[in-house]
């Protein structure tokens, strides 16, 4: 089954400590991409990355770090979180870069808490 | 990438057609839209997209303006499933791929 899978679900933690989400996808996509989504202010993209070894800035990157090692995997590194990065966080893939209007696939969520 | 506004919120009643509408004022020649939906607990899923002319899948129908400085969602007959989010989004499709969703229409459908 085509999809995009994030881990862990949910996470409860303390201010400081580093924490890592993972987003992985299994339909050999170029594009992937995190974004969070708080009331009242609705999604907001995070980073995004176009291929492996490529990554940019969305709106809101302060405070986060991605990589992009392998084209299948696209972790969220938040090395010193604070309680404004409480929120709940999709990762997302689409199929190229040469064709941006091709859909985006989303996964579950992260619904993160930081004390 | 042209900002959109949206409504906050919308009603409709099951089995009537919905239109959602979307303003992207600053929109340029070459941006397309984009619709996506999110129902409760779940990441948002794909609808619809558009340049120019009017477009319809299974899903729903985008009409665009002649102006393309707004656009309408059109579900032709909600149903109770349809209760979600609905973002409209303009992208530029050269340059940084950067997505701006906004805050989106919640749509209520009433049985």
């Known amino acids: 089954e085509a999809q995009v899978t994030q881990n862990p679900r949910y996470l409860i933690t303390v201010t400081g400590k580093k924490l890592t989400v993972t987003c992985s996808q299994n339909?050999?996509?170029?594009?992937m991409s995190w974004y969070r989504q708080d009331p009242g202010l609705g999604l907001r993209q995070i980073y995004y990355?176009?291929?492996?070894?490529?990554?940019d800035k969305g709106d809101v990157p302060e405070g986060y770090k991605v990589s992009r090692k392998e084209k299948r995997n696209f972790p969220l590194i938040l090395e010193s979180p604070s309680p404004n990065q409480t929120s709940l966080y999709f990762c997302?893939?689409?199929?190229?870069?040469?064709?941006?209007?091709?859909?985006?696939?989303f996964g579950p969520g992260t619904r993160l808490t930081v004390l | 990438d042209a900002k959109t506004t949206q409504p906050n919120s919308m009603e409709s009643n099951e089995e009537e057609p919905v239109h959602l509408p979307c303003n992207h004022s600053t929109i340029s020649g070459t941006d397309y839209i984009h619709w996506y939906r999110q129902l409760p607990s779940q990441g948002p899923e794909y609808v619809i997209h558009?340049?120019?002319s009017n477009v319809n899948n299974r899903m729903a129908s985008l009409a665009i303006a002649e102006d393309r400085k707004s656009s309408t969602l059109i579900l032709h007959r909600a149903t109770l499933r349809d209760a979600a989010v609905y973002y409209c989004i303009s992208q530029t499709p050269s340059g940084t791929y950067k997505y701006i969703f906004g805050t989106g229409t919640r749509l209520k459908v009433l049985a």
């Open positions: 558009g340049l120019t």
């Open positions: 339909m050999n996509h170029e594009y």
């Open positions: 990355s176009m291929n492996v070894e490529v990554t």
């Open positions: 997302a893939s689409s199929s190229t870069t040469e064709q941006p209007t091709d859909t985006q696939y």
